[in-house]
């Protein structure tokens, strides 16, 4: 039996928290804010009565759900300098991993505002309200309750899989863990130590989507 190196795993723990601190979390926040307004507007884009923007916005969210999220952050660190385009690995992260929100999250909302009673539509236009202004004011909101919990399940499901970006070199909790490893030898000890700060920061979020939840069901009519 190999016994654990506990000085070593706790020498190993804020590296890795720093990693999460400066590098998972920032990158899962700036991604899952720039996928979630690309996720609205192709989400629209799907319910536009125009054939052709409807169908880009099919087009787009049918690629990405059909290719893995590896592929798509190797094809623009690794494949886009090939025709002159060069990013660095931090932006490349965040536009892949915006692109792949958008395209799981647009989904989500799309099915939120068609929840919404068609009712609500049509009291908006009869108090005088035009398409957008009913759109904004009456069905966003309605459907951004119901969007919470698989909105929020995607950002979890993003924070785990920010680790992606330590294979394009970004500095973050999973490339910590991996160069602390390297060093030491320890593979094993630190790949389960970086798991369970995940599950940690998972466990975290998990409680405030609860949260989240609870008070918006206080302004749901029973």
Request: hydrophobic content about 55%; overall charge positive; proline content about 5%.
């Amino acid at each position: 039996m190999i016994q654990p190196d506990w000085e070593l795993f706790v020498s190993s723990f804020w590296p890795m928290l720093d990693g999460a601190i400066r590098g998972t979390i920032p990158l899962a926040l700036m991604s899952f804010a720039i996928g979630l307004v690309l996720a609205i507007a192709l989400a629209l884009m799907r319910l536009s009565t125009r054939r052709w923007l409807s169908g880009i916005a099919r087009g787009y969210i049918s690629i990405v759900r059909g290719t893995p999220l590896l592929v798509q952050l190797f094809v623009i660190f690794y494949g886009l300098p090939s025709i002159g385009v060069t990013i660095d690995p931090w932006p490349s992260a965040v536009v892949a991993f915006s692109i792949n929100v958008g395209g799981y999250a647009a989904e989500v909302i799309r099915a939120a505002i068609l929840s919404v009673p068609k009712g609500q539509w049509e009291a908006a236009y009869m108090i005088g309200m035009s398409h957008r202004r009913a759109l904004t004011r009456i069905i966003l909101p309605q459907a951004a309750r119901v969007s919470v919990p698989p909105l929020s399940n995607t950002f979890i499901s993003l924070v785990k899989d920010t680790s992606l970006a330590s294979l394009i070199l970004v500095t973050e909790l999973f490339r910590e863990a991996q160069q602390v490893a390297a060093f030491s030898n320890k593979f094993m000890l630190l790949y389960l130590e970086a798991a369970l700060i995940y599950w940690v920061i998972c466990l975290v979020l998990s409680t405030g989507q609860g949260f989240l939840e609870r008070r918006l069901d206080r302004y749901v009519a029973r």
